[in-house]
């Protein structure tokens, strides 16, 4: 028995199902990117094969533990490391099956103890006017299972069969009139959130917010709906108003009496606003994409009901948050209470809302909080006590967790994220504890696979690797061609340079000096921060200033074809001349019909064209703004400074001589510079800081932090380091290859003294990363271009830790540095600072942000490394031991490496599950970005474990799969923020394309991988 069932679960199995398990998870980001959460829920998350895929894992996991003794005291991290997955699966499961998960809604001044589940459930309630049975079944209903609700329930000795048929996203009600159909009406209703479009049955009863309303229904309800020869009749068991569209003339219609209607009129029943649109006496209803619906779209479900031969089909909305509703029907005697939506769940105490408040950065809608200010009720009377809760600030009682999660577009009520899930969370943080804990042990425990992988790594060291090979690597270096300034005039540049700590605010309410937003815009519109060898603090005034200078210099960034287009030549820069032709009728801007059609599409519809036309319109507008002195808000409003900003030509607050002032300072400060003027030019730019500082002074940055900032945008410091690298790399290949031609001890002084310069480099790039996080005033961690900057400075400093090893790693140290900083400056990301997202306010940022992307260097080190043993595998014969002596060293370097990598990333990875825990009320919730940080984990375990597969275990294999693996990486870095969605968006950046360079890099990999398999067969065949 023991024999089968370790045959069963196999390591190779094992290793088998986690590429499996990692795949699925993968396609499962694609999956809810094409159709939707529910969708990949339904069919891979929480699907039946799923769960048994879990399960089998874990057996594995515990078999294999005994299996291979890892349960002996010299192996005792080794074992615990194993044991905590398997706490973890504990844990997650308890949350899976006995965790609530649910939502609040409150508003201000009201108090509520119920919570609804975000999941959604079929129920069905039996009324025969004597008893009531119900039945209730959690369903996850998508477009990849439209027949997830297959359920048969019997009542009254009949047997009702309830089965759903059709399932679609996005769509619209669409009413065919035919001579045999049934009698509808098209209702739109409301009750807080958006409206709700319901198509309703003639003897069917809507329940709406606890109220039933019907058209013609067999029995008495709150508000009846009637046709009569083609008339619409209403009455109600209360008074209700008829309301009139402009909020005058409002008539209140009395109780129980018969009152004639109007199509389209808005009538007011209770706390139900409800619009009767249409009326149709015999029709088909169907849903289906249209475009002319705009936001008039939801998810349809089509329901069968079989009962005694007959069948019934009822549609219903789907997936609605707070608008849920249900049917009453009426079969065979017995009424149906039928729904689809979250069930409820009531507390023992009571939550009741104070106030809810966004904060916001100063002069912007971008909100730096959400703030509920709550009190927790015993009963409606009772006061237990006063609680504010906003993100990443819980409160916590009895057993229930509430987190800020959103609020109503009022800004009237606050939605609070709510669980209860004690043992879940406790024993998967154990789990965690437990796997950090013996991951540090693991590295220093004598009886490790690492300390064998470290103590191999100290008896198997090469001190020189082939001639051959260097000359290789020299030829991939790329040589950079520094560029020519040329300057205006000195008077002038001392006024442009003078106007560099004029303090601006953004729209995102980030205040900073102009000096910052020039560099800004000439990035934005010319791709780099100089133009024509002027830096950007002179160039882009010049531009608003002298505008007709520059009306035909081609300076705005544009796509070779997108310019072939449109102009029919392939051009990477256009001028605004390029953009405007004169006609009759006055000036035609070339892309104002382009742009008109881009913009009528949704997003999700835009081609790439679509999206380029829409940029290009961007940076030509830009160009115009910036000449009519828009970018320049530079007054702050005298009563209020955290209001808006204004330029001259906005209305504004101020009177007498400071309302003077704001008019006419930036039109003679452009008359000045003008007319060469600059001694007025500068006592306007004075004046201008003057009046910032009386009425804005205590919003201001300090006079440090401004002078730092002016400095870190003219030094490009990140950039000109990407030089210095390559410029490191190139040189330690020259100084190694000519120790091995020309035998000299200066070579080996030569390359120290390039180790302590790279000492002095990674010393720079640290003291740029400290300058900021102290101009920005947080941890340099909160995108992706300041964490490709993080990634690069720990990658340079394993490089120059290893290369005392040997001078090879400088050189793939300075390599895997330069890398990073390059793609942060392709325009891919963009580098400017900005103010944080509420949910990144937290202490979390810097622990787990600085964890997980110190994980992504070390693999990039690793696969460099792996790059490196392959190219050598692949071009070059092995003549002598040397060669096995450096490929021998480098991959055991790399078994020494994916141990701590491995250990960094899935401790990055839970921290950030107990981050998300805090911020949004759960560890786990299946994100895309977490879901790849999940898929690294399991490819790196494999390739960790790849040596008890047979044929798998040579350093071949193991080198093309740590190189391969950083495809996956790349991925959870750079694929989840370009081409899926989720909840860590904020770090996203502009989309890109596959080049044909790129193209001809993959065939370059593919052309390595089997020579390098070829050679080293040979190599081991002789």
Known sequence: MRKYLYRLFSMPLMAVGLLFFAAASGIATFVEDIYGTPAAKAAIYNALWFEILLSYLTISLILNVFRYKLYTFSKIPVFLFHISFVVIMIGAALTRYVGIDGMMHIREGKMTNIIQSTDQFFKVGFDNGKDYASYEEKVRISALSQQDLNTRVRSEGQEYHFKTTYFEHGVAPLVTEVSNGAAYLDVMMSFGGSPVNLIVREGEVIVYNSLRIGFKPDYPVDFEIMIQDGNLFLTANRAFDKKNMFGQGDEELAANQLHAGNFMQLYQFSSVSMVIRAFYPSAKVSYAYQESAGKNKTDALLLSIEVNGDTYETWFTYGGQFNSYKKEILLHGQKLDVSFGPTYYELPFFVYLDDFIIHRYPASESPSSFDSHVSVMANETQKLFDYHIYMNHVLHYEGWRFF?????????????????????????????????????????????????????????????????????LMMMMIPVLAQAEEKPDAGKLEVYDSMSDIVTIDPQGRIKPLNTLFYEVSRKVIGKGSYDGMPAYEFVPDVMFFPEKYYYQRMITIEPHLAEELFGEKLKAISVNDLLSATESGTRYLLRDRVNEAFKKAPADRSIFDSEIIKLDERANILIMLQQGEFLKVFPDIHDPHRDWYNSSMVNPAKGMDSIF??????????????????????????????????????????????????????????????????????????????????????????????????????????????????SGHAPFSNGYEAMLYVSWIGLLIGLILSYRNHLLLFAGGVFAAAPLLVAHLNLMSPELTNLVPVLKSYWLTIHVATITTSYAVFGFIAMVAFLNLIIMAFFKPRSNRFDAVVDEFTTLNSVLLPIALFLI?????????????????????????????????????????????????????????????????????????????????????????????????????????????????????
């Open 404 to 472: 800020q999660s959103s609020y109503d577009e009022d800004e009237l009520g606050s939605i609070l994220s709510v669980t209860n899930d004690e043992w879940g969370i406790r024993i998967t943080y154990l789990g965690y504890i437990l796997l950090a804990l013996t991951m540090i042990l693991s590295l220093f425990w004598k009886g490790t696979s690492f300390r064998a992988a470290l103590r191999k790594l100290s008896a198997t060291r090469s001190s020189s690797i082939p001639g051959s090979v260097l000359v290789f």
């Open 662 to 775: 704001i008019r006419t300072a930036i039109p003679l400060l452009f008359e000045s510079i003008a007319s060469g003027n600059y001694e007025q030019s500068k006592m306007i730019i004075q004046g201008i800081k003057d009046f910032q500082r009386k009425y804005a002074a205590e919003i201001l940055p300090s006079q440090g932090q401004l002078d730092f900032e002016i400095r870190y945008e003219r030094w490009n410091l990140f950039s000109k380091l990407a030089l210095f690298y390559g410029m490191m790399s190139l040189l330690s290949l020259i100084f190694i290859a000519l120790s091995m031609f020309i035998k000299s001890g200066i070579w080996r002084h030569l390359l120290v003294a390039l180790r302590y310069a790279g000492w002095g480099l990674f010393l720079i790039q640290g003291i740029g990363l400290g300058i900021r996080w102290y101009i």
């Open 906 to 1022: 899935t401790i990055g990875c839970f921290l950030g599950g107990v981050w998300a825990n805090e911020s949004w009320g759960t560890y786990w919730s299946w994100d895309p970005k977490e879901t790849w940080c999940l898929v690294s984990i399991l490819v790196y375990s494999f390739i960790a474990h790849m040596h008890h597969i047979k044929g798998l275990h040579t350093r071949y294999y193991q080198n093309l799969f740590l190189f391969l693996a950083f495809s996956v990486i790349l991925m959870t870095y750079f694929g989840v923020n370009y081409f899926l969605g989720g909840m860590h968006s904020y770090g996203k950046g502009a989309a890109f394309d596959f080049s044909p360079g790129l193209w001809a890099f993959f065939i370059f990999l593919l052309l390595i991988s089997i020579l390098g398999y070829y050679r080293e067969n040979a190599s081991s065949e002789s």
